[in-house]
């Protein structure tokens, strides 16, 4: 059964740049859309974006919020069975619970979620 | 975006009542459409995605449908272990989008 678990700092200065990694557990991820969410009390579950790579075509896609003014980047280390999320120029307002999930049709498997915390 | 906006913001409902919920896209999303369970602590779960398929391992007490740009979860014969926050989501257009919420109070 696919788990996964998010990792990285649970706190990050203002400016710098947010890196976490969700490590997947007992599956390929390869055909698999592979997701960062965030929830915060103030903006509720905001999705952040996804990573897509499919290792029989070779073919890979990524996509991200708008909203979040190309400071994302998503990745995936198939050698790993990692996938990680980079968020720069991070302010008080990216304050919030991460969480990594798997899915296009539904997010049908979830991290534990991560709180990281943007201060001084 | 398209703005996911559920009602009622809290439910309370008895024990073995039936609860509804509701969601309503501001654009079409055609039938991508999926329901989440979260209680504290925890991360959301799937319940529903599909508008009406119910992910696997989902008690067919929780079903789902739709009327035109409004789609309806209902929880049937409510148990105390069904007390959460439930979230639409619709994953037809990016960015995709949640709804704020119905909490469910048993």
């Known amino acids: 059964q696919v788990q996964l678990q998010e990792s990285g700092p649970g706190l990050v200065k203002p400016s710098e740049t947010l890196s976490l990694t969700c490590t997947v557990s007992a599956g390929s991820m390869s055909s698999f859309y592979w997701n960062w969410i965030r929830q915060s009390p103030g903006k509720g579950l905001e999705w952040i974006g996804y990573s897509y790579f499919s290792a029989s075509t070779n073919f890979g896609s990524t996509n991200d919020n708008p909203s979040l003014e190309s400071r994302v980047t998503i990745s995936i280390d198939t050698s790993k069975n990692q996938f990680s999320l980079k968020l720069t120029s991070v302010t008080a307002a990216d304050t919030a619970v991460y969480y990594c999930a798997r899915g296009f049709h539904g997010l049908d498997v979830w991290g534990q979620g991560t709180t990281v915390t943007v201060s001084s | 975006e398209v703005v996911m906006t559920q009602s009622p913001a809290t439910l309370s409902v008895s024990p073995g009542e039936r609860a509804t919920l509701s969601c309503r896209a501001s654009?079409?999303?055609?039938?991508?459409l999926a329901w989440y369970q979260q209680k504290p602590g925890q991360a959301p779960r799937l319940l529903i995605y599909g508008t009406s398929i119910r992910a696997t391992g989902i008690p067919d007490r929780f079903s789902a449908s739709r009327s035109g740009a409004e789609f309806t979860l209902t929880i049937g014969s409510l148990q105390s272990e069904d007390s959460a926050v439930y979230y639409c989501?619709?994953?037809?257009?990016?960015?995709?989008?949640f709804g704020q919420g119905t909490k469910v109070e048993i």
């Open positions: 654009q079409s999303v055609s039938t991508n």
């Open positions: 989501q619709q994953y037809n257009n990016r960015p995709w989008t």
